[in-house]
């Protein structure tokens, strides 16, 4: 099989697209921010819960896409609902599915108040025993990590809670994996799952939106909702360590932590955060994490850049860093992208590197590049979304305006 691209925008742009734009998005708000939202409408306090759980469980747990489908609810109130409220998807515009299976998608977010709309990528990664969705909390990168692809793109903004938690209803979409489509679709692969983990590791800095990313993760973890267990949804951070002990207590998911490099020399050129956070201040966050334990390790990334990070002194350095510490290792091969500076590392000397931590006890599973033909591997996200000067945002508005 080949990789193939769709072009799916027009099919799937929601037709409520030009409704009022003053419709508050539910997607995104927490259960006491809905039923907050719901007192504003006018809904009365008696009904107030029952209504908040009603539209939760028709979201999140069943995923409709329109009032309309709330069939518990009546028709007046349907109607006032739709009018106060949107449940729209972000627009998917393309899908690319590599040919081992590995989707990504581009999705564009609504009109920003400067008239812009950007894109994030997500990718989707089957697996024999599971399914991983990795998704964006930024649309681009604050940090520069030189090997990265997304750090090539100024950051334009932070998502919101919505369109991060939305992205997972997204892949559900086209997975066919709500209750409705397995009636069509009855055999999902993982214990009748589809997206049965979920990893931020698409675009962007996940602990530089820590509210909504928080937000997001406890919309997507609710029991009543998509109900995926914080124990499988992994946070991934370039080393943001002020926020590492805080994201353990106040988010509780797993801890993904981008090492790279054993040394700060090395490590500074790569991750150039290191320079505000250092190696051993970084390590010494994740021995503070909450509720770490030989079931409950962090995993540290390690990509394998020819002859930048990968000798066997390398190797033994990244052990006695780790000691102490409930780890896993995942060494990530380089995946290239057009204009960088960096190489691969061979594939013999990977495994010399593997070999010594499996010698010291560490798990470290040299992770398959998945999706390289579509540029969905780790490091590879870009979208064409780019800040805008001041000089250019004066063009854009001078040219608008003329329209
Ligand atoms: N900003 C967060 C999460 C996104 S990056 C972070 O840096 O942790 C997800 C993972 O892919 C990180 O470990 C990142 O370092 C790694 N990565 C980035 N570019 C890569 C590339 N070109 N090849 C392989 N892995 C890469
Ligand atoms: Fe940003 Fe992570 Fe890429 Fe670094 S590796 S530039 S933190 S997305």
């Known amino acids: 099989m080949t990789a193939v691209t769709l072009d799916i925008a027009p099919k799937m742009r929601p037709e409520t697209q030009s409704r009022s734009p003053a419709r508050l998005p539910v997607i995104g708000l927490t259960r006491g921010e809905l039923t907050e939202a719901l007192a504003k409408a006018g809904i009365p306090e008696k009904q107030r819960r029952m209504r908040m759980r009603q539209i939760w469980s028709w979201v999140y747990h069943r995923g409709v896409t329109s009032f309309a489908s709330m069939s518990d609810i009546s028709k007046d109130l349907r109607q006032k609902l739709d009018e106060a409220f949107s449940i729209d998807r972000l627009e998917v515009v393309t899908e690319q599915i590599s040919n081992d299976g590995t989707r990504k998608w581009l999705l564009r977010l609504p009109r920003d108040e400067r008239g812009q709309r950007h894109e994030v990528e997500m990718v989707y990664i089957p697996e024999e025993d599971r399914g991983t969705l990795c998704i964006s909390s930024q649309v681009g990168c604050t940090l520069t990590c030189t090997f990265c692809h997304t750090g090539t793109q100024k950051l334009v903004r932070n998502l919101t809670a919505g369109e991060i ?22 055999t999902p692969p993982v214990g009748g799952r589809y997206v049965t983990n ?51 207590a106040e988010i509780g ?50 990509v394998m850049l020819k002859g930048v990070n990968d000798t066997l002194a390398d190797a033994k350095r990244l052990v006695q860093l780790l000691k102490g510490i409930p780890a896993k290792v995942n060494l990530i091969p380089f995946n290239p992208w057009p204009g960088t500076q960096y190489e691969c590392s061979d594939w013999d000397t990977i495994e010399r590197f593997a070999e010594v931590l499996n010698r010291a006890g560490y798990a470290s599973p040299v992770r ?4 390289r033909d579509i540029m969905a591997a780790c490091g590879q996200l870009k979208s064409e979304s780019q800040r805008l000067g001041a000089k250019e945002r004066l063009a854009m508005d001078a040219a608008s305006a003329g329209a």
């Not at 938690?165 to 009855?186: C, F, K, S, T, Y």
């Not at 931020?200 to 029991?223: C, Q, R, W």
Request: glycine share 8%; hydrophobic share 40%; with cysteine.
């Open 165 to 186: 938690a939305g992205q997972v209803l997204i892949a559900r979409d086209r997975l066919m994996e709500w209750p409705h489509q397995l009636e069509a679709n009855p």
């Open 198 to 248: 979920v990893v931020l590791m698409g675009m962007g800095e996940p602990l530089y939106n820590f509210d909504n990313v928080k937000t997001a993760m406890e919309i997507v973890s609710d029991g009543e909702g998509i109900s995926l267990s914080k124990r499988r949804i992994t946070l991934s951070t370039s080393g943001v360590v002020p926020q590492i002990v805080r994201a353990g």
């Open 253 to 302: 998911t797993m801890l993904a932590i981008s090492l790279h490099g054993t040394t700060d020399e090395i490590r500074n050129k790569l991750v150039p955060l290191n320079k505000k956070y250092p190696i051993n201040e970084l390590l010494g966050a994740c021995r503070a994490y909450p509720g770490l334990s030989n079931a409950r390790r962090i995993t540290f990334e390690y």
């Open 368 to 371: 398959t590049p998945r999706g």
